[in-house]
T-cell receptor, first 111, second 113 residues
Framework: EADIYQTPRYLVIGTGKKITLECSQT?????MYWYQQDPGMELHLIHY???????EKGDLSSESTVSRIRTEHFPLTLESARPSHTSQYLC??????????FGEGSRLTVL | SQQGEEDPQALSIQEGENATMNCSYK?????LQWYRQNSGRGLVHLIL?????REKHSGRLRVTLDTSKKSSSLLITASRAADTASYFC?????????????FGSGTKLNVKP
């Protein structure tokens, strides 16, 4: 059972609002990732981090930003949400090598 | 995209039958992994196969890897209704993309009771 948590699970907000999607893991993993997934589609890497104070943009351009001030915490922020940001956001972590451990996802709808 | 296609996009079978899904990729890899995703949920890791391995088994799962063809297959034997989910392959990239995972578009498996 993976100990990685995402909140909120579901969020419906209006255009222009600032939102933060939270991701926390209790496994002490250095590597953490954010993926964006539209329903029934592939996952796209939007941000990743190899440790505290390390963040990189993924291959899919995203207007979101991330921070990694603590090992266990990797929040994603949208300063001004738009309908095009409507999607599912999946957070994952990884120990030194091996598989990714995923959270349950945050489904964002921007009206 | 670093990832190729998964084939088929959708598969519907009867309980007890075997299900085979295929994955192709484009670049050199360190390893290839298969994940399962129930509708609206996160992904769960199933099995990892390294680039120097050709076949791996885990319970009812059998994975093959052909690096010369840049392809992999996942076989689920004696399927159950509870196997209904989407299945994704993910590749961990070569020297310039280590620790980055690229996912395919998935195969949606429906196992009818």
């Amino acid at each position: 059972e993976a100990d990685i948590y995402q909140t909120p699970r579901y969020l419906v907000i209006g255009t222009g609002k600032k939102i933060t999607l939270e991701c926390s893991q209790t496994m002490g993993h250095d590597k953490m990732y954010w993926y964006q997934q539209d329903p029934g589609m592939e996952l796209h890497l939007i941000h990743y981090s190899y440790g505290v104070n390390s963040t990189e943009k993924g291959d899919l351009s995203s207007e979101s930003t991330v921070s990694r001030i603590r090992t266990e915490h990797f929040p994603l922020t949208l300063e001004s949400a738009r309908p095009s940001h409507t999607s599912q956001y999946l957070c994952a972590s990884r120990p030194g090598s091996g598989e990714l451990f995923f959270g349950e996802g945050s489904r964002l709808t921007v009206l | 995209s670093q990832q190729g296609e998964e084939d088929p996009q959708a598969l519907s079978i009867q309980e007890g039958e075997n299900a085979t899904m295929n994955c192709s990729y484009k670049t050199s890899i360190n390893n290839l992994q298969w994940y399962r995703q129930n509708s609206g949920r996160g992904l769960v890791h199933l099995i990892l196969i390294r680039s120097n391995e050709r076949e791996k088994h885990s319970g009812r799962l059998r994975v093959t890897l052909d690096t010369s063809k840049k392809s992999s297959s996942l076989l689920i034997t004696a399927s159950r209704a509870a196997d209904t989910a989407s299945y994704f392959c993910a590749t961990e990239g070569g020297p310039y993309n280590f620790n980055k995972f690229y996912f395919g578009s998935g195969t949606k498996l429906n196992v009818k009771p």
